[in-house]
């Protein structure tokens, strides 16, 4: 059940870099943040409105990102309602075929908020709690079920129609307003939950990210295909397992040569941890890559990708200033649902988004 952990080769093998890269991205991710909560305050304070809505706000919303996902693939329409949400879901997706899971241990504010606690599991404990194989295994499944509900609620039960339907009703239209109240008008149940979760994620390391994320659990899926991944050469190891103790992802990287598992985050802590020269490495397609080149590639996918979205105009919400503050004031705006589509279905359907998820 418990491991022995030598923490100080965790700490000696700390990458500085990633960890540079989380918090820029944390502290954009705030500003985004900061940014969207006084575009709200100003809008219900009534007066006139000189703060530009962010759209990097929709990076919070993946349900919105997939129902949208689906309309597109089916209709070939990118819609405008949160376009944002459906380029950030897309590049974080790519991510995953290039860098593993590195999306969660390099750019993810969830990820780093893990690390953190994982080192205060560490600190507290001076090694590394594990959970019985039988149990990891059945706790990890949760993620899978969660994501795999979500995939087949959208793509496989919710007709076109519905989509289209539910993509310009006004629970997904301002559903980034929702989102925010989930976080600054807590309720007392979400932050039980998430008191729970700190705590779990204390007692054993990565709780939510190794258990609970069904984003996570899509990239796994994803990174599958990745073209690139962490190789170990048997030539050069001398089977120390100084990688395993460190690894997060609680890989038996010794056993294999190629590291295909859906865990890996190409966080390189086992790369920075090895004592001997060549014996692992992340790999694309043969050509070694650092943790330099990795910070590289990852920022420019997401620079890439969002400069392309406001070249062409997806980038931007098409919702006016206007119809949020109507929203906000109270007066919804009309909607009605489309011919064909039976109004209790698509109001059952609309319930059950909601309790899934704020966003
Ligand atoms: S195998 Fe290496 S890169 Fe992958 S999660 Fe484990 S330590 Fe990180
Ligand atoms: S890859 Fe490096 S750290 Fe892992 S067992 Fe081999 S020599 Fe040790």
């Known amino acids: ?59 919070f919303l993946p349900i919105s990102a997939l129902v949208s996902l689906k309309y597109f693939l089916f209709t070939g329409i990118f819609n405008r309602v949160h ?27 969830f990820g780093l908020l893990s690390d953190v606690l994982a080192d205060v599991h560490l600190y507290l404990f001076k090694k590394q709690i594990h959970l ?13 079920a969660v994501a795999g509900f979500f995939i087949w609620s959208i ?16 629970y997904n239209r301002f559903s980034d307003i929702k989102m925010l109240e989930f976080f600054t008008n807590i309720s007392l149940t979400a932050f039980i939950v998430t008191l729970v979760l700190v705590f779990l994620s204390v007692i054993i390391p990565n709780f939510w990210c190794r ?39 609680k890989i038996q990287i010794t056993k294999k040569i190629n590291i295909n598992s859906l865990e890996c985050s190409a966080c390189l802590r086992c790369v920075q941890s090895c004592p001997q020269k ?9 050509y070694p ?10 920022s420019a996918l997401f620079a890439l990708g969002i400069i392309t979205a406001r070249q062409t105009g997806y980038w931007q919400n098409e919702t006016s200033v206007q119809a949020y503050r109507q929203y906000i004031l109270g007066k919804q705006m009309p909607w009605k649902t489309p011919k064909g589509i039976d109004p209790e279905k698509m109001k059952r359907m609309i319930e059950k988004m909601k309790k899934s998820s704020p966003g």
């Open 278 to 286: 060549n014996a692992i490495g992340f790999s694309l397609q043969g």
């Open 132 to 144: 019985p194989r039988w149990m990891d295994l059945s706790l990890r499944g949760i993620k899978y």
């Open 155 to 170: 793509f496989i039960t919710m007709p076109v129609d519905a989509v289209g339907t539910f993509i310009h009703s006004p």
């Open 289 to 298: 890559i650092d943790q330099k080149r990795i910070a590289l590639v990852l």
């Open 1 to 59: 059940m418990e491991k022995q952990f030598n923490i100080s080769s965790f700490y000696s093998g700390r990458i500085t870099l990633r960890r540079t890269i989380q918090i820029i991205f944390l502290i954009i991710t705030l500003l985004i943040g900061i940014k969207f909560y006084w575009f709200v305050a100003q809008l219900e304070s009534g007066g006139a409105v000189n703060i530009g809505r962010p759209p990097g706000v929709e990076a």
């Open 211 to 249: 258990y609970l994320c069904p984003y996570g659990a899509l990239l796994g899926l994803l990174s599958f295909f990745s073209l690139g991944k962490i190789k170990r050469s048997s030539q050069n190891c001398i089977n120390c397992k100084q990688c395993e103790t460190v690894c997060p992802g």
């Open 83 to 109: 376009p944002s949400a459906l380029v950030i879901f897309l590049i974080i997706c790519s991510t995953a075929l290039v860098f593993k899971k590195g999306f969660c241990s390099w750019i993810c504010p």
